[in-house]
């Protein structure tokens, strides 16, 4: 079993920056994993924020985001971050960090195996 554990949630006014982290541990490959992070914004559906390969040398974005927000890996560690700059109240959401088991990115929930428990992004106007 492999669990993920999400941090770097918190307040922050709107313009201002995040970093969240994605600690991976137990019966996992992770260096083998594509790894996503996606949101649940209050009241909606969760959706796909950004994902990455895992050797890193392909990431993808959802086009809110693109230009803001960067997502990296560090196989060594068993992390993986989001940078969150110019945050806007609209990024307002439970992150969710998420492993695939196969190595090929996708940009869909259902294609991800191992979820985070998640951690709250509230950015104030």
């Known amino acids: 079993q492999v669990q993920l554990v999400e941090s770097g949630g918190g307040l922050v006014q709107a313009g201002g920056s995040l970093r969240l982290s994605c600690a991976a541990s137990?019966?996992?490959?992770?260096?083998?994993?594509?790894m996503g992070w996606f949101r649940q914004p209050p009241g909606k559906e969760r959706e796909f924020v950004a994902a990455i390969s895992w050797s890193a040398d392909s990431t993808y974005y959802a086009d809110s985001v693109k230009g803001r927000f960067t997502i990296s890996r560090d196989n060594a560690k068993n992390t993986v971050y989001l940078q969150m700059n110019s945050l806007k109240p609209e990024d307002t959401a439970v992150y969710y960090c998420?492993?695939?088991?196969?190595?090929?990115?996708?940009?869909?929930?259902?294609?991800?195996?191992?979820w985070g428990q998640g951690t709250q992004v509230i950015v104030s106007s």
């Open positions: 137990g019966r996992t490959l992770f260096s083998t994993y594509a």
């Open positions: 998420a492993a695939r088991r196969l190595s090929i990115v996708v940009v869909t929930s259902r294609g991800y195996d191992y």
